[in-house]
């Protein structure tokens, strides 16, 4: 089945320990971003990588860091998260190389920072 | 940059009556344009798209859209609602030269009443 899968789907941690969330897509997408979901202010993109090694900031990158290794992987890391980082995070794909693609999105991933 | 304003974070809608989404852009070169759909506890999906050609779109569930470059607008419309049409509705802008970095509307929550 054609996914994106995201890890862990639900996680309360405290300020400043790191944390990593996974996203891995069986599609074969070049494109994978990141967004944080918050009441209000819809879908904001933190970063996006137009393929390996390829990876750029988004809107609120500040506090995030990403890699792209391999094809299938885009984790997010947090490396001292702060209250503020408390939201629903998404991590989506796209099969397109050229722009105007369909996103398929994962579950989503619900943190809390206490 | 790009930027979407939608018009109404909340829409009432009787059964069977019209819906209408309103969602108007800014962006210095074409726009790809996108409506996505998420139902309660899970990610978005998308209804339609707009990146070049015919400004009438149609998509998924009886949903349509109209590209107009003179309103900088790309409402969604159906013209009968169901009570499955309950969701949060999200507008999208990437530009057509920096595609990567989409941006999200804040949402417009549906409720459809019998």
């Known amino acids: 089945e054609a996914q994106v899968t995201q890890n862990p789907r639900y996680l309360i941690t405290v300020t400043g320990k790191k944390l990593t969330v996974t996203c891995s897509q069986n599609?074969?997408?070049?494109?994978m971003s990141w967004y944080r979901q918050d009441p209000g202010l819809g879908l904001r993109q933190i970063y996006y990588s137009m393929n390996v090694e390829v990876t750029d900031k988004g809107d609120v990158p500040e506090g995030y860091k990403v890699s792209r290794k391999e094809k299938r992987n885009f984790p997010l890391i947090l490396e001292s998260p702060s209250p503020n980082q408390t939201s629903l995070y998404f991590c989506a794909s796209s099969l397109s190389s050229l722009g105007g693609g369909e996103l398929f999105f994962g579950e989503g991933s619900r943190l809390t920072v206490l | 940059a790009q930027s979407v304003t939608q018009l109404g974070s909340h829409v009432s809608v009787s059964e069977g009556a019209l819906v209408l989404l309103r969602c108007n852009y800014s962006s210095s070169v074409p726009p790809y344009l996108f409506w996505y759909v998420q139902y309660p506890n899970q990610g978005l999906q998308l209804l339609l798209k707009y990146t070049t050609g015919a400004t009438l779109v149609k998509g998924i569930n009886g949903f349509e859209a109209e590209f107009k470059k003179s309103e900088t607008s790309f409402h969604l419309t159906k013209p009968s609602a169901h009570m499955s049409d309950a969701a949060e509705y999200f507008c999208a802008v990437s530009e057509s030269d920096s595609w990567g970095k989409l941006q999200f509307g804040a949402g417009t929550q549906v409720v459809v009443t019998p």
């Open positions: 599609m074969n997408h070049e494109y």
